[in-house]
């Protein structure tokens, strides 16, 4: 298994969901107007990505690959077409858990996402963790550091981009700026800062 810290931090920095691969873009953009709903999406993101990319390592692993199937008497079975759906199915089942939980103990958490929890099940950047997943042919435990590297870069995107909109919701900015408009300038900016990221680890 490659180091495990290296895996993390090329997750979260140098391939950043929403500023270096620009992946999630739209719960991204739309609930980072207040640090503490941003960090509540970011949790949620980093819950979901760091319990699916490796449930579907398994299930990719155990069902759907090539071969995976030989324990059952079918070696040139391949599946590895139906992934998108099973990833889905994981991806789905694992939101409804949280929407659950955030109902039950956090409502106003809840209440705060909208229609954006639900969505976050047909999420670009959590489908994503899945598929880099299999592209990189990761086993268990990569996949696991993986998929919880690319949900703390979220969230710690998402928490960036909602403190400086926090800070400038009082700035007298010009009228096609307010709002949607000075998110994408900062969201643009950041994306250059984190594109040094990769140019350090190519070094």
């Known amino acids: 298994m490659t180091d495990p810290g290296a895996v993390f931090f090329q997750a979260m920095l140098v391939d950043n969901m929403p500023l270096t691969l620009f992946l999630g873009l739209c719960t991204f953009l739309a609930l980072s107007r207040k640090p503490d709903i941003a960090l509540g999406l970011g949790l949620a993101v980093t819950f979901v990505l760091g319990l699916t990319v490796p449930l579907n390592q398994v299930v990719y692993a155990a069902l759907l690959a090539p071969g995976a199937l030989a324990w059952a008497g079918s070696p040139d079975l ?11 199915g994981v991806i789905a089942a694992v939101v409804q858990l949280i929407e659950m939980l955030l109902d039950r103990f956090f409502p106003a958490i809840h209440a705060a996402f909208g229609v954006f929890l639900p969505l976050l099940t047909v999420q670009c950047a959590i489908l994503a963790g899945s598929l880099f997943m299999v592209e990189r042919q990761m086993g268990l435990a990569e996949s696991a550091v993986y998929g919880l ?8 995107a998402v928490v960036m981009l909602a403190a400086i909109r926090a ?4 700035a007298d900015l010009p009228a096609g700026l ?10 643009g900016m950041m994306s250059l800062g984190f594109a040094s990221f990769a140019q350090m680890a190519a070094q």
Do not use: Q
């Open 78 to 88: 391949d599946l590895s077409y139906l992934k998108l759906i099973a990833f889905i």
């Open 149 to 156: 590297g690319s949900g703390a870069g979220f969230a710690l």
């Open 167 to 170: 800070r400038l919701a009082y």
């Open 178 to 187: 307010r709002g949607l408009g000075i998110a994408f300038v900062l969201a």
